[in-house]
């Protein structure tokens, strides 16, 4: 499977962005899969944002984006959404969608496959 990002862009802060991950239309996501979202900012370790179990849907946040960013996906679509919300400053990163086959993990390293990084930048 191949994963594709789209939907990054430049924002205020308070503002809202939401990014869009796509399966390609080859691969298959198995309801133990775990697709997620990850984030990197200049000079700063990939950390996790949000991730979904495919299956149940059941969602995982990080302590910074928890009420603020809502992740979903649609099944039929093969896709996963990053709805950010009430963005700042410190939420500008290169995002990354990922997908781990092993199940739920916060580990960056954990994961298998991975799209190409959408930029997001928030200004004040």
């Known amino acids: 499977v191949q994963l594709q990002a789209s939907g990054g862009g430049s924002a205020q802060a308070g503002g809202s962005l939401t990014l869009s991950c796509t399966a390609s239309t080859s691969g298959r996501i198995f309801s133990s899969h775990i697709m997620g979202w990850f984030r990197q900012a200049p000079g700063k370790e990939r950390e996790f944002v949000a991730c979904?179990?495919?299956?149940?849907?059941?969602?995982y946040y990080s302590d910074f984006v928890k009420g603020r960013f809502t992740i979903s996906r649609d099944s039929a679509k093969k896709s996963v959404y990053l709805q950010m919300n009430s963005l700042k400053p410190e939420d500008t990163a290169i995002y990354y969608c990922?997908?781990?086959?092993?199940?739920?993990?916060?580990?960056?390293?954990?994961?298998?496959?991975w799209g190409r990084g959408t930029q997001v930048t928030v200004s004040s």
């Open positions: 979904i179990r495919w299956g149940v849907g059941n969602t």
């Open positions: 990922a997908l781990a086959k092993r199940g739920y993990s916060r580990n960056h390293n954990e994961y298998d496959v």
